[in-house]
């Protein structure tokens, strides 16, 4: 079983900054695309960031120039800077990661969530 746990989210007023890490744990071989994506109340879950094993990135427009993904391979980590929080910004935050597993099974696995409040 694998473990994509969350943590930092929390309240921030509009124009702060909030970091996210997702620290995936279990029976991992290897992780391919590791990514945060979001849902806030009443909309659909959608994506914020995502970024392969050599770094290579995808934004969405609405956080462009605002967050910034990063990760840690050899502690199969990811994180998500976020500047300039606005409050369109409040969703629960989930880490995503597509995991081979030490039994060679691919498989895509999510975390609980952490929620993200912007407000002043």
């Known amino acids: 079983q694998v473990q994509p746990p969350e943590s930092g989210g929390g309240l921030v007023q509009p124009g702060g900054s909030l970091r996210l890490a997702c620290a995936a744990s279990?029976?991992?071989?290897?992780?391919?695309?590791m990514g945060w994506y979001r849902q806030a109340p009443g909309k659909e879950r959608e994506l914020v960031a995502t970024?392969?094993?050599?770094?290579?990135?995808n934004y969405a427009d609405s956080v462009k120039g605002r967050f910034t993904i990063s990760r840690d391979n050899a502690k199969n980590t990811v994180y998500l800077q976020m500047t300039s929080l606005k409050p369109e910004d409040t969703a629960v935050y989930y880490c995503?990661?597509?995991?081979?597993?030490?039994?060679?099974?691919?498989?895509?696995?999510w975390g609980k969530g952490t929620l993200v409040t912007v407000s002043s």
């Open positions: 995503n990661a597509e995991v081979i597993t030490i039994a060679r099974m691919r498989g895509r696995y």
């Open positions: 279990g029976s991992i071989f290897t992780i391919n695309v």
């Open positions: 970024s392969t094993p050599g770094s290579s990135t």
